[in-house]
């Protein structure tokens, strides 16, 4: 099982907003071969089942699954034959299975991995005890899910969300996007999944209190009704942009902001946005996440209320060059201590300490099994 390949299991399409499954796999993949499964797409009644391939790196194979009619994001029973014969035709019968949801445990264990990780971005549902109870080794995306998982796993290891430092460092000049030249300043910006964790009073609060700040929205709308986002003429939804394209827009944004509910989907997640806001050197304002809080409190706004979130964003506008420059210094330095490289690294070594353990533990079992038949040839 040295360095076997390694199949992911995502309710993320690689394809989707740059979040930590692509940042990992971009790079474990340089060093493993790696799958990695997004859920289903279901296709007209009348389609034959199959799994689409793409190949958007050398060792990275990346499969959708298209199953006709209705069917489960991870349905076991009709992906499993798929599934079985696609990890023989690219030689992935020995792997490891990496899951970042609870719901495809039944086709991961189908296919019969021999070590199970758990990569926890965010709680899940009342499916996560079972998969738990069988992984090998679980991570949490930040301190806040560490807290919550570390009783229930005796292997949980922390690697909180990382940065691209470089992608996102002030770099002049940068072109200005089209959608937002024509924006009058100042501009105040969000980028991410418009879904059911932002505070959308919050937004239209603030909108509503200063009509001449511009408020700009980057990210596919998820999981909520588009209906329900605030309408206001400084409210703009710019909709999902290219990773690459994303610090062209940070550059034209004076605030960035983290405007998060607080609420059981909040409790604790660590958003990949703040290492990225602080690498472009740009100042921030966030609600009480802890996740964002404990670790760059001293660096970033924090409001309790749309009132407290407006005179922060004041504050921050007219902060003074001296004071600017030393936030910007401290950023910098929190940026400088992490990194999407190092995490990749990292998490690869303590798989590679689970793995020798469960070599051991399947040795010692293989020897055990071999003196019981020994004694009971001797006992006849």
């Known amino acids: 099982m040295q360095n076997a390949p390694i199949v992911v299991y995502s309710h993320l399409r690689w394809s989707s907003l740059m979040q930590r499954p692509q940042h990992l796999f971009s790079r474990i993949s340089s060093s493993r071969r790696v799958l990695f499964l997004e859920e289903t797409v279901q296709a007209d009644p009348h389609v034959r089942d199959s799994i689409e391939l793409r190949y958007p790196l050398p060792d990275l194979i990346v499969a959708r699954p298209i199953l006709a009619g209705a069917a489960d994001a991870f349905d076991a029973a009709r992906l499993g034959p798929i599934a079985r014969r696609l990890l023989r035709w690219q030689d992935f019968a020995t792997h490891v299975a990496w899951l970042y949801t609870p719901a495809a445990l039944e086709l991961a264990q189908a296919m019969s991995p021999e070590l199970v990780v758990y990569d926890c971005m965010d709680e899940q549902s009342a499916l996560e005890s079972e998969l738990l109870e069988r992984a090998h080794l679980v991570f949490s995306a930040g301190p806040s899910l560490y807290r919550a998982k570390r009783s229930l796993h005796p292997r949980v290891r922390c690697f909180p969300n990382s940065v691209d430092a470089s992608h996102f460092q002030p770099r002049e000049p940068l072109p200005e996007p089209p959608d937002e030249s024509a924006l009058a300043r100042p501009r105040l910006g969000f980028f991410g999944v418009l879904d059911e964790r932002l505070d959308r009073a919050l937004l239209d609060a603030v909108a509503e209190a200063r009509p001449d700040w511009q408020i700009v929205l980057v990210g596919p709308v998820a999981r909520i009704d588009p209906r329900s986002l605030p309408v206001r003429p400084n409210l703009h939804y710019l909709g999902p942009r290219s990773y690459e394209s994303l610090p062209s827009y940070l550059a034209g944004w004076d605030v960035c902001l983290l405007p998060f509910a607080r609420s059981r989907a909040t409790r604790c997640i660590s958003p990949t946005q703040t290492l990225e806001y602080m690498a472009a050197a740009k100042p921030i ?12 409190g001293r660096w970033v706004e924090v409001a309790q209320d749309a009132d407290a979130f407006v005179a922060a964003c ?16 401290g950023m910098l330095a929190c940026v400088a201590h992490t990194s999407w ?31 019981l038949t020994h004694a009971a040839s001797s006992g006849s």
Do not use: F, K
Not at 347 to 359: G, I, T, V
């Open 285 to 296: 304002v966030t609600t009480p996440i802890r996740d964002v809080v404990e670790p760059y």
């Open 314 to 329: 004041e504050r921050l506008l007219a902060e003074e060059p001296h004071a600017r420059a030393e936030r910007v210094r």
């Open 341 to 371: 490289d190092d995490t990749a690294r990292e998490m690869l070594h303590e798989l590679r300490d689970a793995e020798a353990l469960s070599r051991v533990s399947a040795s010692h079992a293989l020897r055990q099994d071999e003196g």
